[in-house]
């Protein structure tokens, strides 16, 4: 399961989204795989329970 502290969100880049980059970097981290930012957006629109904690 992927989790991500306060501390993956604050080193976070300053993205879109500063959650898009901690979420690419935990996923890489947990799986090897290095995710494109567009890809994880694209999925958390289309797959958050609450979209409206999305902008």
Known sequence: MLSLTTTDVNK???SHLP???AVRK???RQTGHNAD???IE???QAEALR???LV
């Open 12 to 14: 976070a880049p300053r």
């Open 19 to 21: 959650l898009l980059g």
């Open 26 to 28: 935990e996923l890489r």
């Open 37 to 39: 930012e567009k890809e």
């Open 42 to 44: 694209r999925i958390l």
């Open 51 to 53: 979209s409206d904690l």
